[in-house]
Structure formats: C-alpha cells, structure tokens
C-alpha cells in the first residue's frame, strides 16, 4: 500500500470536484432566488484540501489493488462529507447527518431522501442534488480516470474496483479513452432527453434535472411528489424510454457506434432484460387494469413507469404504488432485487449475474441427470469460467446475507418488518423509495439519525458492488 499515490489521487478528485461545484455556482448566480454563498464555499474547503495533498504527496507512484479499493472508498465518503457542505450552509438541512445522508444517496444514485419540502428548496440546491446523482451514476472514479493523466497503469485497477457489474469492458486499448467516451455518451444522452422533455411542456429546469437523475438512475426530482406532480404522460413515455437505455450496458453503445450495427439482440444479458421488463410490465398491468376503473392506456402507462423505474434502481414515483394490489406491489419488490444490466447506472444485483447463476443451476440439475456429461455455461458463446461462476455466487450470497442482517438491524429499533426490510433493500439496491413507512410518497426524515447513517453505509456498500467496502474490513488487507 502507497499512501502517497492515494493521498495525491484523493486530492487530485478534490480538486476537480471543486470545478463540479462551480456549476450550481453560477446557476446560481444568475438565480434570484438562490445563494452563492454555499457554493462559494465548498470550492474552498475542497479547493484547499485537494491543494494541500497534492502539496503533501507532489507525485503518484503505481496504483496497487489495495490502493485501487481504498482511493475509491476514501473518494465516496470524501465527496459525501464536502457534498454535505451547500445543504448546511443553505439551511437546508440543520443536521449533518441529514446533510450527509443526502449527499450519499446522491452520489450513489439512490435517490432516498430526508428532504420534506423538495419544492421550498431553493433552485440551486435541486440543481446541486441532481448533479451528485449525475456524477456517481457513471461513477466518481470514472471521471477521475477519464481526466488524471498521472493514474497510468493504475486507471485500470480504479476502474475494475468502481464500475458496476460483473464484467469491465475497456472496449479500447487505452482505460482512459473508454471512461472519456462512456462520458460522451453519457452526456450526449442526457442533452438528448432534455430537449424532448422540454417539447412536452416542462421547464427547461425541470427537464434537466430530471434528464441528469435519469440518466444516473438516481430518481431525485425538483417536486414533492416527483412525476406524478406534473401529470404529463408524455414526459413519462420519454423518461420510460430513457430510464431503459440508461439501464442498458454502456459497451453496447459504444459498439453499436464503432460498428454502425445494432447488435444488442446479439447479447443475451440484453434479451434477459427485455425479458423480465416485458413479462413484469405485462403482469403489472394486467393486475392493476383489473383492479383500477381508468383505462387500459393508462394502466400501460403507469405499470410500465413503475416498473422501468424499480428494475433500473432509478426511483421516480408515477403513481401511488402502495395502493394498488399486493401481487403488484410483491413484483416490484421483488424486481429490486434484480437491477439492470451490468456496466450501466443502475444498482441491485444486476441481470448479468443473474443469467450467470440461471445458467449454472441448470448445469447442476443437468449433472443429476447425466452425470457423466461435460457441461460449461456459455454467456454469447463464450465459456464462463468456474472462477467466475464462484465469485458472483459468493457476491449473491453476501449480498442477501447483508439485506437479511441489515433488515434484523433495523427492527432493534422498533421499526415495522415492511419499513425495515423495504428500506435495506432500496438503500443496498441504490433504489430510493420502498414501503410502508419509506414508501413511494414517503421519505426517510422519520428514521433516528444513527439509523440514516447505517443505511448510507449501505447504500455506498451497494454502489461499490460490496467487495470493494468489505474487503477493507478484513485483516489480509492490511498485512503487507
């Protein structure tokens, strides 16, 4: 371990993190209604902390793996703690623990919120709360690879230890031009989203906010109410849309325009995903049309918003979902355990690794049956090897093992096993709301402060795909 090279990158992202800053800086310069005080300074204390460990460290050495995990854990709670900054200063929130609580489930993409007057806010507020989900969805640490030339090789052991999923593409020779072109994409689709959002009749503010928590799968909203406030079921047709893409794999895009060839079918964690969509939003729908005197149209509309916005741990709420029958109510649970695709935005366990382990249980069913037979899982014709069939099974096993211990945690505390379960399940998925208590119109303010600080824990154990947080827990990471 080189605590030099992790001090040096650490203020490296400082110091870019206060260039981020100054984007709700200057919105809210020009913003009556909004104050450039907190925005001034957090580039400050972020500006001068990140100088000083430059200062400090003056140069970066390799990047080892244990560097890798602990530069991307470090950089998570560094950013939350100086994110928390513009919510104290503003007056937005008196508590740091409600501050920091915020901040995490921004840059984690959770989008559960203490905020119990979203629409008081000021404007430059909601801006820099849906910046911190823009940034975390594609990833901090992505963005630090994509423009810190003193990485080197240790750009790779940064990215592998920060992007989500099972499998890390570099589609190019070079880590960094494959995070530089993921950014391109990421933003060419957000500008995208926010010019047809803007045709449907919604502020210019409101569009890009909601295209920067779309596109991050973060699901915070510029209204106490979030979709539902605006009743514009186009604006929902286009967020459904892009709430799908953005839970796609970001390699896909980047091959379909390297190639000119829309190949996606090719990919089977892609038909899997389709899969489950289609057959949930069908059920869904069916279910609710059942129950609800409005018609099939809207019942299409408001299954397949809730259902896209589970699936991909974005989190916006179209409807009152708490209302509708508990089969429905039971899918979408049960869908937060699942995510999107691996190497987009979204959280939970993803599908890659969910076709990896349906694949697997039929090869042990199939050697029941024919013990002699020679049997390898194939993902697109490519064996998957034993090694990582082990790795995904253990990373489920600790993942329902966290959600089980957790969920136990929380009811120490008298909260209900719905609040409690729901909550640990929104919070490790990076998902946001849940039920009962933190349900679709409800929010976390409620919860006691030490509880808000385990389930940020959580939330940044989901973000970084738990083995990144754990494995600094374990005396073999600190023994030379």
């Known amino acids: 371990m080189n605590p030099r090279s992790i001090f040096f990158v650490l203020g490296k992202m400082l ?3 206060s260039v981020i800053i100054m984007v709700p800086l200057i919105y809210a310069f020009f913003d009556s209604g909004s104050d450039i005080k907190p925005f001034l300074m957090t580039i400050y204390f972020s500006l001068g902390i990140g100088l000083s460990l430059q200062i400090l460290t003056q140069k970066v050495d390799n990047i080892s793996l244990k560097d890798g995990f602990l530069i991307v854990t470090l950089g998570w709670i560094a950013y939350s703690i100086i994110g928390s900054i513009p919510y104290l200063v503003s007056g937005t929130f008196t508590s740091f ?51 810190l030339p003193e990485i080197g090789l240790g750009a790779v052991r940064l990215f592998n230890s920060e992007m989500p999923g099972p499998t890390k593409e570099k589609v190019f020779p070079r880590i960094k031009d494959t995070a530089k072109t993921l950014w391109i994409i990421y933003i060419a689709l957000t500008i995208a989203q926010t010019l047809l959002l803007k045709l449907t009749g919604l502020s210019f503010f409101d569009a890009i906010n909601h295209s920067l928590t779309t596109m991050s799968t973060g699901g915070f909203s510029t209204k106490d109410l979030s979709i539902i406030s605006f009743n514009n079921p186009a604006a929902e047709w286009i967020i459904v849309l892009f709430m799908f893409i953005a839970g796609l794999n970001l390699t896909l895009h980047i091959n379909f325009l390297r190639t000119k060839k829309f190949n996606y079918f090719h990919n089977s ?20 049309n059942y129950h609800n005197n409005i018609s099939l149209l809207n019942n299409l509309r408001l299954a397949g918003f809730q259902v896209m916005t589970i699936i991909t741990t974005t989190g916006f709420v179209s409807a009152d979902y708490e209302l509708w029958p508990q089969f429905s109510q039971f899918l979408l649970v049960f869908l937060m355990f699942f995510g999107a695709m691996a190497g987009s935005t979204a959280g939970s366990v993803k599908i890659g690794r969910v076709l990896v382990m349906g694949k697997s249980l039929l090869k042990e069913i199939t050697k029941v049956l024919h013990p002699k037979m020679i ?106």
Request: contains cysteine; charged residues 10%.
């Open 15 to 17: 110091t870019y993190f």
């Open 375 to 480: 049997y390898k899982i194939k993902i697109d014709k490519q064996a998957v090897s034993e090694n990582i069939v082990r790795n995904i099974s253990i990373f489920i096993f600790l993942y329902f093992l966290i959600f089980i211990f957790s969920s136990l945690f929380l009811t120490l505390f008298q909260i209900d096993i719905i609040t409690s379960t729901s909550a640990v399940a929104a919070c490790l998925g990076n998902i946001g709301p849940g039920l009962g208590l933190v349900g679709a119109l409800d929010n976390y303010a409620f919860l006691p402060i030490g509880i808000k600080y385990f389930l940020a824990f959580l939330m940044m154990v989901g973000r970084l795909e738990i083995y990144t947080v754990i494995v600094i827990f374990t005396p073999s990471f600190w023994r030379k």
């Open 269 to 288: 964690e892609f038909k899997l995903y389709l899969f489950i969509v289609l057959i949930s939003w069908i059920f869904v729908m069916l279910n609710i």
């Open 97 to 147: 623990g409600d501050a920091f609580f915020e901040t995490m489930s921004g840059l984690t993409t959770t989008g559960a919120t203490v905020m119990t007057k979203i629409e008081g806010t000021q404007n430059s507020i909601l801006l820099w709360r849906s910046i911190t989900q823009y940034i975390g969805g594609l990833g901090i640490i992505v963005l630090a690879v994509s423009i």
